[in-house]
């Protein structure tokens, strides 16, 4: 049986995008060819020059991801000397910046800032999930967007498709004969935008909900009660002041650059 062999994974940060490759480069052997040893936050050539010096035997393997010039330039004068090396990201690097002309910053482990960019879509779409249908009302100040309307206006999949762009959405239904939440009148109005369609839509896609849940709700579908419904909702959102947005005949992403565009334009003359 062959000896596994160890491949070395060098890096001035966590060594993360070193090990995926070289995952992936080993998963196309023997699954007992080789193990994977990172070997992150080497900041000097002389602590460079040390880790090759304690881990290279007769058949070292190193994968480095260095950012920094002088680790790359002090790698590649080892693998000369050698050390069996390759660099991940040099040549990717110096290929953006020849066609680009833009300079790299050579910041170690930059990628985890656009890693944030994740966590936050995550905690955007649990804030929306929290705040969906009118719950949790007393989380509405913390809402970058407060989606109001009557029921089956697209509030709730426009508050998720708004909240994987990484806002925090909190939507809250317009019922008939029910007093809206004493908080929404409380907000900057224009953080709250008001879902408006028609009549005969609403009638369509409500009679088209009944039949699917095999049941009648009276005045659900009924166009005079549709028809009063929504004007007692404008009247509402005529009360808050707030930017009022139509959903009929339009897909979500269309709605939603809408509100985006709203809510930018804003933030911006603040």
């Not at 058949?59 to 050390?83: P, Q, S």
């Not at 066609?99 to 936050?120: L, M």
């Not at 979500?252 to 809408?258: D, H, M, S, Y």
Request: charged share 25%; hydrophobic share 40%; net charge negative.
């Amino acid at each position: 049986m062959k000896e596994t062999l160890t491949i070395h994974v060098l890096s001035d940060s966590l060594g993360e995008t070193g090990e995926t490759v070289a995952r992936a480069v080993s998963a196309q052997f023997d699954p007992d060819a080789f193990r994977i040893e990172r070997l992150p936050k080497v900041s000097t050539p002389e602590e460079l020059r040390e880790a090759v010096s304690a881990h290279c035997g007769p058949h070292c393997i190193f994968f480095y991801t260095f950012v920094n010039d002088a680790l790359r330039t002090e790698m590649g004068m080892l693998a000369m000397k050698g050390a069996n090396a390759v660099d991940l990201l040099g040549p990717a690097v110096e290929l953006l910046h020849k066609v680009s002309g833009f300079e790299s910053t050579g910041e170690a482990g930059a990628i985890r800032r656009t890693d944030q960019d994740y966590f936050d879509r995550i905690d955007a779409m649990e804030f929306a999930v929290r705040h969906d249908d009118g719950r949790n009302e007393e989380g509405l100040p913390e809402a970058d967007i407060v989606l109001i309307g009557v029921s089956r206006t697209s509030k709730t999949p426009l508050s998720m498709y708004l909240a994987f762009k990484g806002y925090r959405v909190a939507n809250v239904p317009l019922a008939p004969g029910m007093a809206p939440p004493p908080e929404l009148f409380e907000l900057d109005p224009r953080r709250v935008f008001g879902l408006i369609t028609s009549a005969d839509v609403l009638m369509e896609i409500r009679t088209a909900r009944m039949s699917e849940l095999g049941g009648w709700v009276p005045g659900y579908a009924d166009r005079e009660a549709i028809e009063l419904e929504l004007e007692e909702a404008r009247g509402v959102m005529r009360t808050i002041g707030c930017i009022i947005v139509r959903t009929e005949d339009r897909a979500i992403e269309e709605t939603a650059r809408e509100i985006t565009a709203y809510l930018q334009g804003y933030t911006t003359k603040d």
